[in-house]
């Protein structure tokens, strides 16, 4: 559990996003395009998901990429190389489907760029016809861009600023093109509200598609029945009957609903471990 590397791949004042590859001999031999671990980075912190972005069965690591956003993933963002993390357990969820559909278009916003870069290339490897759309509040907080171009037959970056490709959300460019052309699978990762919204544009065009959800999880086992969401109106858990879902079949209200249980609790343990990191 030994991290090898650390990098800060994107930074803005309020935000940074941190990769990581780590020394995990087990889940580098193991883990599937779509499944995730869930890491502590130490005995004070929670459990957090964070998806298997790539592994390396020769160096025995695996790769992460997690955004500061509470008090856990900011601490996770304070440990160096050298470091250890205090547990990470993996591989979890069901592995992502791999086939040929035909013509797919991936949407990664924000750290979900990360979550939809192996997925892309899986679906590449199966001679699926690429394009990707990867969205980002400003150029700074875009991530993996080289990487997906390079394995994409065609490839869009939405800001919501316009400082990179063009302004405005990745659902404005998927409307563009499947008005225009006929497409066979939709596959997206973000924001909740992001991926909903792409469950509604796809849905009109009745296209297929699948997101990949990371809601609150505690054990990740489907014990504790925290990540519960309802799918085609039977209860299903997250950890272990997803993370991905057919998204129209998703009850979004719920989920949304769920997800924000506890964002004030949050940002409060936010402010006081930023004071206890002053006082130090």
């Known amino acids: 559990m030994k991290i090898l590397n650390k990098k800060i791949i994107a930074e803005t004042n309020q935000i940074k996003i941190v990769r990581f590859e780590i020394y995990s001999p087990l889940i580098a031999s193991k883990g599937n395009p779509g499944q995730f671990v869930m890491v502590m980075a130490d005995s004070h912190s929670e459990r957090i998901p964070l998806t298997l972005v790539d592994r390396d069965s020769k160096s025995q690591s695996i790769t992460l990429i997690a955004q500061e956003a509470g008090f856990s993933t900011r601490r996770l963002a ?23 559909y035909g013509k797919v278009i991936l949407i990664g916003g ?22 990707v759309i990867v969205g980002a509040k400003t150029k700074d907080l875009l991530i993996l861009r080289k990487e997906l171009e390079e394995i994409s037959d065609s490839f869009y970056v939405t800001t919501d600023d316009g400082s990179a490709g063009s302004k405005g959300f990745v659902t404005d460019r998927l409307k563009e ?20 919204a792409v469950s509604d544009t796809s ?11 990371s809601v609150l999880m505690v054990d990740a086992t489907g014990m504790c029945g925290c990540c519960r969401v309802t799918v ?5 858990f997250t950890c272990i009957d997803g993370p991905e879902f057919d998204a129209h079949e998703i009850n979004w209200q719920e989920v949304i609903r769920r997800n924000n249980m506890y964002i004030d609790k949050e940002k409060h343990i936010c402010k006081l471990d930023k004071l206890n990191k002053n006082e130090k």
């Open 78 to 100: 304070r440990l160096q190389a050298g470091d250890s993390l205090f547990s990470i357990l993996g591989p979890l969820g069901q592995p992502t489907e791999k086939k040929n």
């Open 110 to 131: 924000g750290v979900g760029i990360a979550e939809i870069y192996p997925i892309a290339k899986a679906y590449k490897k199966y001679g699926n016809q690429i394009t």
């Open 177 to 196: 093109l499947i008005d225009k052309e006929n497409y066979d699978f939709v596959y997206a990762v973000g924001p909740l509200v992001m991926m909903k």
């Open 203 to 213: 849905k009109e065009k009745e296209i297929k598609t699948a997101v990949s959800l």
């Open 232 to 236: 085609a109106g039977q209860t299903k």
